[in-house]
């Protein structure tokens, strides 16, 4: 079994390497979800495009 002081320094090079490579974090504000919007039927009964696209 290792001493004590030993386990010790173990540790504290383990957490200083954890350190180094950990990536810093930022929480982004984010704004509250609103309401659920609700689609239209007149969207849905409106023409619709058709695009071609050739190759």
Do not use: N
């Not at 957490?15 to 979800?33: F, H, I, N």
């Not at 009964?45 to 695009?51: H, L, M, P």
Request: net charge negative; no cysteine; aromatic share 4%.
């Amino acid at each position: 079994m290792l001493p004590p002081f030993i386990i010790e320094q173990i540790r504290k090079r383990e957490e200083e390497e954890r350190k180094r490579y950990e990536q810093p974090q930022l929480d982004l504000p984010l704004a509250p979800p609103g309401p659920a919007k609700r689609r239209d039927e007149s969207d849905e009964t409106g023409q619709r495009g058709v695009i071609i696209v050739e190759l």
